[in-house]
């Protein structure tokens, strides 16, 4: 029966799926509609082939291509399903939904400060993409980086590694600080005390930001409440569990309790 | 073809429901089904006040399955009556509300708040393996499972059905039990208890060690509880656990059957519902069966 007006997954094309660094891929695949509706740190569900594999993995969209309807994710094999994923070779077909969640809130504005944690770098490259003004990146990884010539197309990128392979020894807030910051708002995704030492970053400079949280996720679409965070709220406990995948991933960094 | 069944007095226009905690209430898929096409709603436990839930992580994958201790996260009756029935009611479906309790005064509070809302069944959630208190503490014991039926069916207006828990040694005996406490139906089954552990970590994967196995791994084991159920009281059954599609839904209704919840599958394709539907039609017409209720307990 036809359910025209309802939205559904969707079979794309994968265009290609190159390993970009240590375990971590990125694959282009065809699907016009999440091309053209997909908002800066947004996610699409990612489905397994494998009948075992019954739960989708929600994965940030990196970059769109409205033209081409082409949509990049940049994913890293954490377990079987990204295994799966990884295996997969241009011509072939996987199922997708989204894009899903709220993305980046886009600020008119002079300065903005980009940072990213691993894999946690994809989803701000879209947004890197349409922001305004002067922007600077700042990317921390492990070891070896990834997507840093993409990013400095759009800006300018200071890169930090733990090991000290690439750009700065140390944390990519230790480097922060050190080149010094200042700017309108903070676009951030990465692991959580990353994001926690960002807001407190933020808060010291008076800046607004904007951070992309991960959780383990069921659904992707606010049905199963697996994936919560704790936000601010106005009653007896100071907070309430909200929905990474349906009110986020994206929060305002000062309502967040990490 | 007749799909229609009555379940407890209330007319379903097909017998495919949505499983709690699988479905919230309704409007986080109303963008991936018309829910007009659906027998019926059941939406996410709702308790007396808001609870927060467990702590993350609640969610782990499995084998052909999944765990969760989500541990019933609601923002409690009134605001559920207030925001999430107005809603579901614009739609031409059954709507029943899955209510959660710590003890038995709580469960009576939330039923009779919701005396007078605008819903056509309550389910009693007496199997939740995820909360300390309640919940599977009365579904496992048949004399509380007996009085908690009792209370809360005195204190309803609905018709009252209650979920029971497979985390027992015999379904059947808490069956009798919630039959004899008044009950109108039974819901089966809820989630297997189990639990994942990290070997690199040495720790669960979930934050509350354990938590609820659901997912098409666990459909035999409640395909037989079904047709236990079945053989051993008189009340309609819900039957769930692991429905993906109209042919298990089939399996369900064979084995005593007069609802089917689909659940976790909700997760993996957010259209089931209405697949499954269009399965059971698609089984009815190639196996000439005019009237689904000619299926129920149809297993020889």
Known sequence: MCQDNFRDKEEAEIISNVEIA????????????????AKAGQFINVYCK???????????????????????????IVGMGTKEFSDLDSG????????????FKIKECDESIIVGGGVGAPPLLELVKNLPGKKRVFLG?????????????????????????????????????????????????????????????????????????????????????????????????????????KDGPVFDAKEVIF | ????????????????????????????????????????????????????????????????????????????????????????????????????GKTVDEYVEVAEKLQDADIDMIEL?????????????????PKMAEYVTSQVKKHSKQPLIVKLSPNVTDITEIARAVEAGGADCVSLINTLLGMKIDIYKRRPVLANRVGGFSGPAIKPVAVRMVNQV????????IGLGGICNGEDAIEFILAGATGVAVGTANFMNPRTTVEVIEGIERYMESMGVKDVGELIGGVE
């Not at chain 1, 072939?92 to 993305?103: F, M, S």
């Not at chain 2, 007496?126 to 503490?137: D, F, M, Q, R, T």
């Open chain 1, 22 to 37: 240590d375990n971590v891929y990125r694959m282009v695949i065809r699907q016009e509609e999440i091309a053209v509706n």
């Open chain 1, 50 to 76: 494998a009948e075992s594999r019954i739960l989708p993995r929600p994965i940030s969209i990196c970059e769109v291509d409205r033209d081409k309807g082409l949509v990049t994710i940049v994913y890293m």
């Open chain 1, 92 to 103: 072939d077909r996987i199922e997708v939904l989204g894009p899903l969640g709220n993305g």
């Open chain 1, 141 to 245: 990884f492990r070891s070896g980086s990834f997507l840093t010539k993409e990013f400095e197309k759009y800006a300018e990128v200071h890169v930090a590694t733990d090991d000290g392979s690439v750009g700065e020894k140390g944390n990519v807030v230790q480097l922060m600080e050190k080149v010094g910051v200042k700017g309108n708002m903070i676009y951030s995704c990465g692991p959580k005390p990353m994001l926690a030492a960002v807001k407190d970053m933020a808060e010291r400079l008076e800046v607004d930001a904007q951070i992309s949280l991960e959780e383990r996720m069921g659904c992707g679409i606010g049905a199963c409440v697996g994936c919560i965070c704790k936000i601010k709220a106005d009653n007896e406990l100071g907070y309430v569990h909200k929905k990474v995948c």
């Open chain 2, 1 to 100: 073809m007749n799909t229609s069944v009555n379940i407890a007095g209330i007319d379903f226009k097909n017998p495919v429901m949505t499983a709690s905690g699988t479905f919230g209430s309704g409007k986080e898929y109303s963008e991936f089904v018309d829910l007009n096409r659906l027998g019926g709603v059941v939406v996410k436990g709702v308790a007396s006040k808001e609870w927060l839930g467990n702590p993350v992580p609640r969610i782990a994958e499995t084998y052909g399955g999944m765990l969760n201790a989500v541990g019933l996260q609601n923002p409690g009756v009134d605001v559920f009556i207030e925001e999430d029935i107005p809603f579901l009611r614009k739609y031409d479906t059954k709507i029943i509300v899955n209510i959660a």
């Open chain 2, 125 to 141: 959630n007496i199997s939740c393996p995820n909360v300390k208190e309640g919940g599977v503490a009365f579904g496992t014991d």
């Open chain 2, 230 to 237: 079945y053989n051993s009281i008189k009340l309609p059954i």
